[in-house]
């Protein structure tokens, strides 16, 4: 059981400043001014002992609360006297190697400036950065000559952990800090951390205070559970008084309208701010909007960059400096600048359509006055009323401090492969301490033996009934397990992290004989590229010229451009919002019915709504109940389109995509099963459509039985077994779990593609074993992420307690025209992907309806 | 299904009729080998595993003689000789005679066991991989790995031109490239393989415009 203390009255400047050393207490005010609030809460905290999470809004000098104490140990610490004379006592992990650059670059100038009063005896702290980008010899000499502090990332961490000789480096390890753990504890990234952590003060002959940096997190003992690790105390600083930030919330006109009405309001802005930040949720619309604006506002021409992780590092520190410099007038970015590298004050942060959640908000507001005490300014533009709808909430939720619950990954055993062989890279290590070590790990807390014991089998290569199938990583050593080879290791060393990128090809700009990097763009959308294919990246207007060793050369031109397509962009709304979003319709039915003017009333002074956006969204609902009705918490709404050949069944449910996802898949397989009909559907925020051939006499019914809850778990589970997504899923986790490799050695044919693993391997897998390891780790997290097998199974159960109401309309409603026209959500399968191909035999030689 | 002088088998192999010759291509026995080689923990199956639906297809239609047109191996200079040896043993236990036209993966095929060649005629009907400079007049080939894609699903397929048969990959290990949208196909029939049937899309053009 983990206990925590939350440390609540911050002390005040001088009783904080009391807590450091004198020399350092004296520095402080002369280079930063009066300590902050998480500065004044946590120095105190940390004279003491025991762990502890420092939760602040960005901007508000989390990392000198966090560091000024150990500093002070490091400037005045003597020689160890244990069996390493390792100088490391702090080892601080970041999530981007630009923020550890970033730190690393404060630090140094904080730490010159304060070498003059250091009083005698004292030494300034050697730092070290360890990540990708470190040369051979920056590696070396971490192992030859050991800094004070090491600045890292987790994957870099945990390629050091697989090393025999740094054991004695971390020997005098006392400090473990971890910075933005609210971005790092709900991912895969922080279950990969969380192991190192342990495995980081395994190694060190004391106990290793652990220290975590959090912007705002709900819940925030999850996030100290993460820092900290199970069972340990950790105390808890929460600096209030963030003021809420100043959201304002405009609709502009649907359709093609609306970038030209997009780009006419931020050029309204641009003049008024330092500096303006916009964020557009896609990489596409990052690289249309800033083209559109230099073509449209002249002025901005040289003054305006994009930033999304598809274009080049070099070329996104340039825009970052850039920025900070104030040689920029607006950055457009579809998320990449969302997390703490520091780009200077920002004077406003434009949300191009709702962010989907409500820390995504706050998080893209909060780079807007990044200044402690700083107001910042948000502006969301929606580009439909159920936009506008879905951002009042969530201007709302964030105005209210009502964040999504944070939840720690359910022991991911991929990413426990890759620990396991990486703790017997540096030794032989006994199974049952490697099980009870990484059971410490908060996202492990709940690992099963039968679970570890599989991963342990699989990296020995056996199959479920012990005999040697897959090539051995693993292998026995007495009653341990070693690495088997040095080869294995290296594998692993090439390989290690969670991170995975769909396959680019890099694009290099060819200026007269120069030719320098630009970005990436997607292997798909390179393949389809003649010579003179226009496309736009890096807000400029590229044209296609040829391959050249594995490089899209290209030349800037003028001209009309094409968009290349990213994987990955776009992300549903979470299940807490859609929750509210479905509350707030049924509530502003109730308003509407004492008139429109109530509901504007409700829509201004509760959701700070302008008169236009109110009479927008008034509209809207006045149109969904002219032609059907608003769905409320008590029934469930079906409404039914005769479309020739085909009923469409509209769902309207109160759950996000992945919920109503795990509906579709169910309901689809009864449908052919019970009822010998085929279908295809489509799944959105909100509801889920069903396209069913032939009609439909009572879709009610229907409902009912495609929707029961018994049995609906397995028959998910069977459903998702078959899906495509699972297939793609295991593609990544087979990647993660160092089966099927990022970085091979020498050349690797492609003959399998890039989907050989979902495709042939997941195959041959099931039927040799079908619950092996990696294949129960993907349809774990596509039951989790992608297709909410809990909320789509709790949404049948209270579906006997709904009343069900089908109405018949000639077309689709407004609600339901909202959600169908989203382009983010890939539909459900039909229940075999053949089917498709069936279909188009069918159309072809006029064989009917083959498949009704 | 009967096309001109070849019966196009399910086992992604044709067979022409007239001299009882089974065409394969695309084999790329020891993918599995050569993806562990470079480190991945993947299953290597036997070569009789490997060759299993084609041991089927030829039972089907009654055929003992094969011409592999190309990539019989996914790396010929990789562990070839213990696949030949485990090749050969699967040769004799099904009576099966076997002629290679190597391919680009095989084409080290020097001091081989099996039967090389490096130009092979069934009738009228070149027998060439499709890699290099393609036959004035008609010829089987392999290399294309065509596949008809629709959405999330493929399926291999057969191309039949005037005087030009494209074979599918006989591995499921290769990845296909989609006849849809790719001109060097207008004009073509493609006649893929789906759930275990030979289903005949007729005009690829016309299947695209779809």
């Known amino acids: 059981m983990t206990h925590f203390s939350y440390l609540d009255a911050p002390a005040s400047s001088a009783s904080a400043l009391a807590a450091l050393p004198s020399w350092l207490a004296a520095w402080f005010p002369h280079r930063y001014g009066e300590p902050t609030e998480p500065q004044r809460l946590a120095w105190p905290a940390l004279a003491g002992d025991g762990n502890l999470l420092i939760s602040a809004p960005t901007g508000t000098g989390k990392t000198w609360?966090?560091?000024?104490?150990?500093?002070?140990?490091?400037?005045?610490?003597?020689?160890?006297?244990?069996?390493?004379?390792?100088?490391?006592?702090?080892?601080?992990?970041?999530?981007?190697?630009?923020?550890?650059?970033?730190?690393?670059?404060?630090?140094?100038?904080?730490?010159?400036?304060?070498?003059?009063?250091?009083?005698?005896?004292?030494?300034l702290p050697r730092i070290a950065v360890r990540t990708g980008d470190s040369s051979a010899a920056e590696r070396r000499a971490l192992i030859t000559d050991p800094p004070d502090l090491l600045l890292t990332t987790p994957e870099s961490l945990a390629i050091l952990l697989t090393r025999a000789d740094m054991a004695g480096v971390f020997a005098n390890l006392r400090w473990l800090l971890i910075d933005e753990a609210h971005a790092f504890a709900s991912g895969k990234r922080g279950a990969d951390l969380a192991l190192s952590a342990e495995r980081l003060s395994a190694l060190a002959c004391g106990p290793v205070r652990r220290v975590g940096l959090s912007a705002t997190a709900t819940p925030l003992p999850e996030t100290a559970r993460f820092v900290a690790g199970t069972g340990r105390p950790c105390s808890i600083v929460r600096a209030a008084g963030a003021v809420p930030p100043l959201l304002r919330l405009e609709p502009l006109p649907e359709g093609e309208k609306f970038l030209a009405a997009l780009v006419q309001r931020i050029a309204k802005e641009l003049p008024r701010h330092r500096s303006t930040l916009v964020f557009t949720n896609t990489r596409s619309l990052a690289e249309r909007l800033a083209w559109t604006i230099r073509r449209r506002v002249p002025a901005f021409d040289g003054r305006i960059a994009v930033h999304h992780s598809a274009l080049s590092a070099r070329r996104r520190r340039e825009t970052e400096q850039r920025f900070k410099r104030g040689e920029l007038a607006a950055v457009v970015t579809s998320t990449s600048l969302e997390l703490g590298i520091d780009i200077g004050s920002v004077g406003l942060a434009v949300l191009v359509h709702p962010p989907g959640d409500v820390v995504r908000l706050l998080q893209r507001v909060g780079r807007a006055g990044h200044v402690p005490g700083g107001l910042r300014h948000g502006l969301v533009l929606t580009a439909s009323a159920a936009e506008l709808l879905e951002a009042a909430v969530t201007c709302a939720s964030a105005r209210s401090d009502q964040c999504e619950p944070l939840s720690l990954p359910d022991a991911p055993l991929d990413v426990l492969c890759q620990h396991i062989l990486g703790a017997c890279c540096a030794g032989s290590r006994h199974p049952d301490d490697l099980f009870a070590l990484f059971r410490q790990a908060a996202p492990y807390s709940a690992l099963s033996r039968r679970d570890f014991d599989a991963c342990i089998a699989y990296l020995r290569g056996l199959d479920c009934e012990g005999r040697v199938w897959l090539a051995e990583r693993l292998r026995e050593d007495g009653d341990c397990f070693r690495v088997k080879d040095a080869q294995t290791a290296r594998l692993l060393r090439r390989n290690i992290g969670t991170i995975l990128t769909d396959r680019t090809v890099s694009v290099a700009l060819r200026s007269g004989e120069e030719l320098s990097p630009v970005g990436e763009i997607d292997e798909a959308f390179a393949e389809r590229l003649e010579p003179g294919a226009r496309f736009l990246l890096d807000g400029r207007c590229l044209e296609f010229r040829s391959m050249q060793e594995g490089a899209a050369v290209v030349e800037e031109v003028v001209g009309r451009p094409r968009v290349p397509r990213w994987g990955g962009d776009g992300w549903p709304l979470s299940p807490q919002l859609a929750q509210r979003l479905y509350l707030l319709r049924t509530q502003a039915a109730e308003a509407l019915r004492e008139g429109p003017e109530r509901l504007r009333q409700m829509l201004v002074s509760d959701y700070a709504l302008t008169p236009e956006g109110a009479e927008m969204l008034a509209a809207y609902f006045q149109q969904q109940e002219a032609v059907s009705e608003v769905p409320d918490a008590g029934a469930l709404l079906i409404e039914a389109v005769d479309a020739g050949h085909i009923t469409e069944l509209y769902f309207h449910t109160p759950l996000n995509r992945p919920g109503n996802d795990a509906l579709a898949r169910v309901a689809l397989r009864r449908l052919a099963r019970d009822l010998g009909r085929s279908a295809q559907s489509q799944v959105a925020d909100l509801g889920l459509l069903l396209q069913v051939r032939g009609t439909v006499p009572a879709p009610a019914d229907w409902a009912r039985q495609l929707l029961a809850a018994?049995?609906?778990?397995?028959?998910?589970?069977?459903?998702?077994?078959?899906?495509?997504?699972?297939?793609?899923?295991?593609?990544?986790?087979?990647?993660?779990?160092?089966?099927?490799?990022?970085?091979?050695?020498?050349?690797?044919?492609?003959v399998g593609g890039s989907d050989w693993a979902g495709r042939e391997l997941y195959e041959r897998l099931r039927v040799r074993d079908p619950d092996f390891v990696l294949v129960r780790q993907s349809l774990r997290e596509v039951s989790a992420e992608l297709c909410s097998a809990d909320d789509g199974e709790a949404f049948a159960r209270r579906l006997p307690l709904l009343t069900v109401r089908c109405r018949f309309l000639r077309v689709p409603s407004p609600f339901a025209q909202a959600w169908t026209q989203q382009d983010a959500g890939p539909a459900a399968e039909a229940a075999s992907p053949q089917e498709a191909l069936l279909r188009l035999h069918a159309e072809l030689t006029g064989g009917g309806d083959a498949l009704a | 299904m009967r096309w001109r002088d070849f019966l196009l088998s399910r086992a992604r192999f044709a067979v022409h009729v007239p001299s009882g010759t089974a065409v394969v291509a695309d084999l790329h026995l020891?993918?599995?080998?050569?993806?562990?080689?470079?480190?991945?923990?993947?299953?290597?199956?036997?070569?009789?595993?490997?060759?299993?639906?084609?041991?089927?297809?030829?039972?089907?239609?009654?055929?003992?003689?094969?011409?592999?047109?190309?990539?019989?191996?996914?790396?010929?200079?990789?562990?070839?000789?213990?696949?030949?040896?485990?090749?050969?043993?699967?040769?004799?236990?099904?009576?099966?005679?076997?002629?290679?036209?190597?391919?680009?993966?095989?084409?080290?095929?020097?001091?081989?066991?099996?039967?090389?060649?490096?130009?092979?005629?069934?009738?009228?009907?070149?027998?060439?991989?499709?890699?290099?400079?393609?036959?004035?007049?008609?010829?089987?080939?392999?290399?294309?790995?065509?596949c008809l894609r629709v959405g999330a699903a493929s399926a291999p397929c057969f191309l039949l031109g005037e005087s030009r048969l494209v074979l599918p990959a006989y591995s499921a290990n290769a990845a296909g490239g989609n006849v849809l949208g790719d001109g060097r196909w207008t004009g073509m029939r493609c006649v893929a393989i789906v759930e275990g049937r030979l289903l005949d899309f007729g005009d690829v053009s016309r299947a695209g415009q779809k």
């Open chain 1, 65 to 123: 609360a966090a560091l000024a104490p150990i500093i002070a140990e490091l400037c005045s610490s003597l020689e160890p006297e244990s069996f390493s004379t390792s100088p490391l006592r702090a080892v601080m992990v970041s999530p981007l190697k630009a923020l550890v650059a970033d730190t690393a670059r404060g630090l140094e100038g904080d730490l010159a400036d304060l070498e003059e009063r250091l009083p005698e005896g004292h030494r």
């Open chain 1, 710 to 750: 018994d049995g609906f778990r397995a028959e998910l589970d069977t459903a998702l077994r078959d899906s495509e997504a699972v297939r793609m899923r295991f593609g990544r986790v087979a990647t993660t779990g160092l089966m099927v490799l990022r970085n091979p050695i020498g050349q690797q044919r492609k």
């Open chain 2, 30 to 146: 020891g993918y599995g080998r050569v993806r562990r080689r470079g480190g991945d923990a993947v299953p290597m199956p036997s070569i009789a595993e490997e060759l299993e639906a084609l041991a089927g297809g030829l039972r089907e239609v009654g055929v003992g003689r094969v011409v592999v047109a190309g990539d019989l191996f996914e790396d010929g200079r990789y562990q070839r000789d213990e696949m030949e040896t485990e090749l050969l043993a699967w040769l004799a236990e099904q009576s099966v005679e076997l002629a290679v036209v190597p391919g680009n993966h095989d084409r080290k095929l020097a001091g081989s066991r099996l039967a090389v060649v490096q130009e092979f005629a069934i009738g009228e009907w070149a027998v060439v991989h499709g890699d290099g400079e393609l036959p004035a007049g008609p010829f089987v080939q392999g290399h294309e790995h065509p």
